[in-house]
């Protein structure tokens, strides 16, 4: 069982910056691939990022393409999302999830992913 930890959330300008951490323990980490995922009140959790076990591939959501980088320290056990160019509408709960049996293949969708962690709130003010 990976229990996963984010931090790194809090309140930003527009056009500011902030890094978020997701650390893993009780697991393998590079095992998993991992995602970050957002959540509005009321909407479905949405892919944000997301990068295989061994770091060869990354994807992003087209709202993130150019201004989000997803990168992990398999050594650490730590996955990130730094994130600039910060915009209102990025506020939301932020998750990272681990996917088991990972593949060079990036899943989007939030059911393929086997374990979460609490969320971290990102709140970007305009």
């Known amino acids: 069982q990976v229990r996963l930890v984010e931090s790194g959330g809090g309140l930003v300008q527009a056009g500011g910056s902030l890094t978020l951490s997701c650390a893993a323990s009780?697991?393998?980490?590079?095992?998993?691939?991992m995602g970050w995922f957002r959540q509005i009140p009321g909407k479905e959790r949405e892919f944000v990022s997301g990068?295989?076990?061994?770091?060869?591939?990354?994807k992003y959501a087209d709202s993130a393409k150019g201004r989000f980088t997803i990168s992990r320290d398999n050594a650490k056990s730590t996955a990130y999302l730094q994130m600039s160019s910060l915009k209102p509408d990025d506020t939301a709960v932020y998750y990272c999830?681990?996917?088991?049996?990972?593949?060079?293949?990036?899943?989007?969708?939030?059911?393929?992913?086997?374990?979460w962690g609490q969320g971290t709130q990102v709140t970007v003010s305009s």
């Open positions: 990068i295989t076990w061994n770091s060869k591939n990354t």
């Open positions: 999830a681990a996917k088991a049996r990972p593949t060079n293949l990036i899943i989007t969708s939030w059911t393929a992913y086997d374990y």
């Open positions: 009780g697991g393998t980490f590079s095992s998993y691939n």
